[in-house]
């Protein structure tokens, strides 16, 4: 019997989008060499969580690169990256028919952004109340596919038996140069 469903994020339960994250960094920093710097680490930082499943943070990766980040530097950053963070238009239709069958909705995301900045955006798409537990890896040690993280994704939607749980996403591993969201 299945009691809940944990789906990941980026090219899930947002449709995918082709994009160049060096484009990213320099709305971020508009410096061409910093913000290649800043993709440099990104990638070296993506490379870690696919090989060894270490998560990492922006923060490691502007202190990486070496640039101290100021507030419009994020702010530049997640502005650029807003058009492709957009909710698939039928999420919220999926978790309502999920709930209606009492299986609770999760999701667990490699991520290096702040659970702050995702949880903006499920509340920008009106779906965060649909969302009964959520793991950001940015917050955790590991990133998928390493099993502590998809037991810290257990546990934030309080299921203790894995058996019953389908976990739904859109590939399992990423090149050096996309992020895996
Ligand atoms: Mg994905």
Known sequence: M??????DWGGTLTPWHTI??????????????AAARLH?????????CRDEQRSATL??????????H????????HAWWEPHTMLDPDAIGLFT?????GIKVGVLSNTIWPRSVHEQI????????????????????WTKPHPEAFRS????VEVDDPAGTVFVGDRCSTTSTVPLR
């Open 40 to 48: 440099e680490a990104e990638n070296a930082m993506w490379l870690r």
């Open 70 to 77: 100021t507030e419009q530097m994020l702010a530049a950053f």
């Open 2 to 7: 299945i009691t809940s469903v944990i789906f």
């Open 59 to 68: 923060d490691e990766v502007f202190a990486q690169a070496g640039i101290a």
């Open 97 to 101: 028919a999920l709930h209606e069958r």
């Open 122 to 141: 499920f509340v920008r798409d009106e779906v965060a109340h649909l969302i009964d537990g959520a793991v950001y890896t940015s917050e955790i040690p």
């Open 153 to 156: 994704a257990l546990a934030a």
């Open 20 to 33: 160049e994250p060096l484009e990213a960094w320099l709305a971020a920093v508009g410096d061409p060499p």
